[in-house]
RNA sequence: GCCGCCAUCGUCUAGAGGCCUAGGACGCCACCCUUUCAAGGUGGAGAUCGCGGGUUCGAAUCCCGCUGGCGGUACCA
């Protein structure tokens, strides 16, 4: 029989948790409901890498259990909402291949989705908890609170608010000073006891009531707090499971006295890790572009291979192939995430974001691609880079060659950009290390006969370019590698401009003849030129 | 300051009292392949399991204390 809460909410954390506190048993007291969980992101501008992982977390949930994935928007501040934002959700989701049942852009049996729909639910219960004294009515100035706040920190006292508003009326409190007519509602909390919750990802949670601050419900100017649109909406929308980000921690106890003023019973609720820069501090926007998934995409990372990272965060695969202990499966989409995952396996640690080995995972599924579809998914980074693929008809070919060498679509047009254009480089590289440039010139003059002859052959392939210029080396008594790779090294920079690309023949055989021909042609005046500085050739090159 | 969370190679992770001489992956190093760069293959360095006490025949694993890191401390979410 699988574990329940009270409440009958299949907890998804079958036998041990590896808290041993998580382990107590619930009696099941009602049939298990249908599995709820909800993304309750704010349309703030951005979407943060920190909530893709909630969003992963609770479509693994949602996957597993067969259940439903709701997106509310949580649009109760004014101050920070941004056109397009919510847009920009619905659009990362699709792009991670994140897909939900309910939510604003489709309906849903709970709608409205949008918390600024819903304003009079808030206001509604916010009045209920205050005719019950589980709410209350303030008064105070934000500078009277502000200053209240500095002198607790002064006195090395818990900062909570001070009730001077609890139990009076307005015309009382008006004779008072730091008075406001733009009242607030507060939660009263309780004055003593704790407050104790199991959190599935960390275990057994306490908190004292005494030292927990009495948070505003409503704002002054009608519109709930999180603190209180959170629970209406995540009751009345029967969410099984709550599913955010540490950060939310302090808060949990503050909803657990909304969901018992008004005789509710809390979902599960489970805090994620956080993730962190590489100096362990809380991902920001501002030092680490990351933070932000757009930059994601804009790099050139696959949706697959964000999905993967994320996942190997939350669920450990084992590899079927190599059953061996503690071998893990590294490549995996999200069907094996569903499979694996369970809340009480995440490790409830921060997790630092490793660029480097997301780069890896990359270049993993950039070489699983067909280089047809490669070649559509780095169409638009080369536009972007002012290179049109329509002008180049060798465009696939040339990108097969550099298929196992990106990591990130951003660098195909560095990779192929001289597929596209005669770039400029520093001659001096045509010149091979321990080689004068008199020799260089000898290397490319015979190169450029060999090409010649190719192209007039009528068979500028990459088997007719190896063998030929395999002959020539051996005719020039080039017959180790080094010395060959002194011929090809000049042949590379002259038909290149660089020091590192792909198979030389294969590289030649996609450039073309008349091109290549061409570049070795302004490689040869560059190597006469700096030959005429050097002098002549030196003796027994 | 107050409250809370967290702690296994640089990073992610396996680990649930003996299978641990702590396994895997990224990164790093070397070698192989090789005309360069990659990719791939093989091997290596890298963790006295944050520290100190306990419990136990036996502790990365259970208990206590400490330290450190992080988060919260808003009429933001």
New binding site residues.
Partial sequence: MPLTSPVGVPLLWT??????SATEHHAMTVPPAPVRVRL?P?P?GFVHIGNVLVALVDAAIARQAGGTLVIRI?D??QK?FVDGAEELIYESLHWLGIEWQEAPDRGGPFAPYRQSARLPLYQEHAERLIAQGDAYRCWC??DR?EQM?FA??AA????KYDRRCLGMTEAERKALDGY?P?S?VRLRMHDSGSTTFTDPI??T????NG?L?DR?LL???G?????LAVVVDDHLMRITHVVRG??????TPAHLRVYEALGWDPPLIAHT??L?NA????ISKRRHPWANMQWFRDQGFLPEAVLNYLG??IA?VP?TENP?????R?LFGFDEIAAHFNLA?I??????V?I??L??LN??YI?RMSVEDLAVKAAPFLAAAGYDVNTLPTYRAALALEH??IKRLSQAPQALSFFFDDEEYDPAMLVPRGATAGRALELLDGAIAVCQAVAESGDWTVSTL?DRFRAHAEARGLTT?KL??QL??VV?VGSTGR???????DTLAVLGASVVLRRLSVARNHLESLAAIDGPPAEGQ
């Fill in positions: 036998g041990r948790s590896r808290r041993s309750a704010s703030t949580e109760t501040d920070r100035s934000p609170l706040r607790q920190q090395k006292l818990p900062p406001t733009d607030v960390r275990g949670l306490a908190f004292e030292l601050d505003v704002k002054s100017d519109f709930p707090t999180y603190n540490e950060e939310w921690l302090p808060s890790p956080l962190l100096d362990r501090g809380k190997n965060l450990f590899d061996a202990p503690g071998v893990a590294e396996s490790g409830p640690s921060g997790k630092v490793d480097d080995r780069d890896w270049g993993q070489r196992e060498r190896d590698g060959r790779g090809f090294g590379r020091t590192a690309t792909p198979p030389l023949f």
